[in-house]
């Protein structure tokens, strides 16, 4: 059968238009998943969706707020008049993907011609935007953090909140005190994970009925959406499982509260692969030649075995990396910065190395109860003056680079672990056989106190030589 040059031509124009509307009214052909569904079509003033990480949770909270400023919600069929809105994230950085969102769902052509969004920085000009209700008038929404406090989320009449991931308990308050008075509505979306905070209080009230909740886990189902096919199949799913640190698989997979209360994190951890003799680990390292980059991680604990540094190198990035657990300084008792430098100086000479071979450094803050315990504060910079008083560590009498530290937002030490365990699972983590403290700690750590400096250290290390980039987006200063 023939088809004339005619005929593609309306054809070629008919998928034009069509991509045309879909990229100007995007909301009028996305299609909810299940849950995503059944959240829209909750009519509760506060509720909540609780799920997996990546399985549209953002997606739905941006959709439910673009109905809402645009005055209909048509899994509901509720009309919504005019209104003020809020997004509240933990930080501005974490504000770059929410914005995002929100972009990919609103219709452009309804959008107030002082609003904009900046895709290169991923955020909307002057932190709000205003969007065009049915009514012809205008729904405005701003954002805010966590961070700011009580009083940055102080001083506003509302008609709605949608907070992305859980607020601290204190917080709560004053925005439920932000829809009272115009009887708005408070919409949540979240994956449980260990925060810097409690979250007992929001598992309460969603106990209690004070908030609706819907929850789900990540399964082919949960991840189709109506009418269409699965984003998710169950083979990626099960490599999902294999790559989630099993401490970690309840939460981000399965959207439960809490994960397993015991259980070693690195379950993929195996001394008979991945526990070898030094002279193994350098021959290995030898093959990638310069790209090689070394790195010191270095927690400043108190007590016995709590002061560690450990030395690491790394070829590659992220997943994709290659990791070996070099040596290690344990300190046998509370130890002053002078021994700690002479400990990791000795370390470093072992393995052939000078200060100026180290790529970065990373040390954690001293640990708030070393005042009393500890010979001197055990501080970045003192332990950096006391490498420079070292004539054979520092014969210039300069410490070459700085030792940085890490500001550690919730989630930091599970996206660390994560991305060790994805290289324990393939193979690409390999730890030598003099680490004897760092072995131990592997075998043994779960997830609390015990155990934990030699885990902080060697992920400090890790992370800052394989993902350079989310240890920046941390802010990473000197002391």
Known sequence: ???????????????????????????????????????LASTARYKLLRGPNQAGKTDVGAAELVYRMAGYNPWTGREHPRGD????????????????????????????????????RQKWTGHAFMLKHRSGQWSRVDFTTVLAGEMGNASATL???????????????????????????????????????????LRGLVADGAISETHFGLTPENCTPLGGLPFYSEEEIERFRIMTPPSQRPMRLDGEWEGPAEGSVFEQWSRDTM???????????????????????????????????????????????????????????????????RGIWAML????????????????????????????????????????????????????????VPWKPPGSVDYGCTQIHWL????NFK???????????????????EHKDAIDAMRYGTIGLIDRRPMAQMRLRTR
Request: aromatic residues 10%; proline residues 7%.
């Open 431 to 449: 730890v030598a056989d003099s680490c004897t403290h760092v072995a131990e700690c592997l075998d043994k750590w779960t997830g609390g106190e």
């Open 159 to 201: 008609d709605g909140i949608w907070v992305d991931e859980p607020p601290p308990e204190h917080l709560w308050g004053e925005l439920d005190a932000r829809v009272r008075k115009r009887r708005g509505d408070i919409w949540l979306t979240m994956t449980p994970s260990p925060w810097k905070w409690p979250i007992d209080w």
């Open 349 to 404: 000479q072992r393995n052939g190395l000078k200060l100026e071979n180290v790529d970065v450094w990373y040390g954690d803050r001293a640990h708030p109860g070393s005042q009393k315990k500890a010979i001197g504060r055990k501080t970045n910079e003192i332990l950096m003056r006391q490498f420079v008083k070292m004539p054979d560590a520092c014969p210039k009498g300069v410490f070459p680079g700085k030792i940085l």
């Open 85 to 120: 809105y809020r997004v509240l994230v933990y930080s501005w950085d974490q504000l770059k993907p929410i914005a995002r969102k929100i972009w990919e769902r609103v219709p452009k052509d309804r959008l107030h011609e002082r609003s904009h969004y900046d895709a290169a």
């Open 1 to 39: 059968m023939t088809v004339d040059r005619a005929d593609l031509m309306l054809r070629a124009r008919a998928a034009r238009e069509l991509q045309r509307r879909r990229e100007q009214r995007p909301l009028d052909y996305w299609r909810p998943t299940p849950p995503q569904r059944d959240f």
């Open 275 to 341: 526990l070898r003799p030094a002279a193994e680990l350098w021959q290995d390292m030898r093959r990638f030649g310069k790209d090689v980059r070394i790195g010191i991680g270095i927690d400043h604990g108190v007590g016995i075995f709590r002061q560690v540094a450990v030395l690491v190198a790394a070829v590659g990035h992220k997943s994709e990396a290659r990791v070996w657990v070099l040596d290690e300084y344990v300190a046998g008792g509370d130890t002053a910065p002078q021994q700690d430098a």
């Open 424 to 427: 324990q699972v393939q193979g």
